[in-house]
């Protein structure tokens, strides 16, 4: 099929509304005047229509062809984007990557790296979303992302790169106002058990669904985050463990109470992982700011 409109005669439309003339132009694009008198003629012949109004002296384009250049625009840009791509591809750096961030990491720890990423001025999309339990495992076995960060539990073998973060310290806390609060002594497991446990939901689709955190108790509340998680608990719906680094201040205002438990909940190390074939200039420089990072 024939396109009348061509990125060529739009690049040419472009300089000669910015050069207000057909002369001046033409150097711009470095082609003769008659050059670009032909292509905007045929241009105009071929749609039908007049994109300047040949009164004056300089080119002064239609409402018909100021429409042509403010919508084609975005032709010419994305054409431009798309050749910095192909570029870039072959240069190894990639067009997209995709990260998985685990509900236990905080936003702003990769919002950073993301910002530090930005400053290369490399044209690749970058997409952030968050998973939870085994969902950022998931993630990668069904290639929805490039890599995941903040990953815990059985670790798989053999196709992944791994690199631990830290670890993480559990701490079981209540609502200021709520009955276990003024509670002096350990909390024994048939004392906490009258109450709502707060958990969050696994995130995974296709792996098998894990639970964290679970304990007997009168009812489960499910959530899908850890800020979820903690703001249900600060609000006194129910109780549970939460990570110490995402409930510091909370502790340190009042809002929630560190409880002496006899229910253990170890400290558990964290990950990122990627697949161990995946070699783009984005994802390794990710990686390597990532080991930069302290998470916790």
């Known amino acids: 099929m024939h396109h009348a409109i061509t990125l060529d ?36 012949a071929d749609l039908g229509v007049d994109l300047f109004d040949r009164k004056g002296q300089r080119a002064v384009l239609t409402e018909a062809g100021l429409l042509l250049l403010k919508e084609g625009q975005s032709l010419l840009d994305a054409a431009t984007r798309l050749e910095e791509k192909i570029q ?17 990491i905080q936003n702003n720890f990769v919002l950073n790296i993301i910002q530090q990423f930005c400053a290369l001025e490399k044209q690749v999309e970058v997409t952030m979303f968050e998973e939870a339990l085994g969902g950022g495992w998931d993630a990668l076995h069904s290639q929805r992302c490039d890599i995941a960060i903040g ?59 894990r639970s964290s955190g679970l304990f007997q108790s009168k009812q489960v509340i499910r959530v899908h985050s850890m800020d979820a998680k903690r703001e249900a608990q600060i609000a006194g719906v129910g109780v549970g463990f939460l990570p110490l680094h995402l409930i510091k201040e909370s502790l340190k205002n009042g809002e929630l109470v560190a409880k002496s438990t006899a229910l253990h909940r170890p400290p558990i190390p964290i990950y990122m992982a990627w697949e161990k074939h995946k070699d783009g200039l984005a994802l390794q420089w990710f990686i390597e700011q990532c080991k930069r990072q302290t998470w916790l």
Not at 27 to 38: E, G, I, Q, W
């Open 88 to 104: 870039q591809v072959e240069s190894g750096w990639e067009t997209k990557l995709v990260i998985a961030k685990d509900t236990i």
């Open 151 to 209: 990953v815990t539990g059985e670790l798989p073998k053999g196709q992944y790169q791994l690199h631990q973060l830290g670890e993480v310290e559990f701490v079981f806390a209540v609502a200021r106002d709520h009955p276990l609060a003024d509670y002096v002594g350990i909390l024994e497991g048939q004392q906490i058990q009258h109450y709502p446990a707060v958990v969050v939901a696994d995130s995974a689709r296709t792996l098998p669904a």
């Open 9 to 44: 005669a739009l690049r040419i439309l472009e300089a000669i509304y910015r050069k207000g003339s057909f002369a001046e132009a033409a150097k711009s694009v470095f082609k003769v005047p008659s050059a670009l008198t032909y292509t905007m003629q045929k241009l105009e």
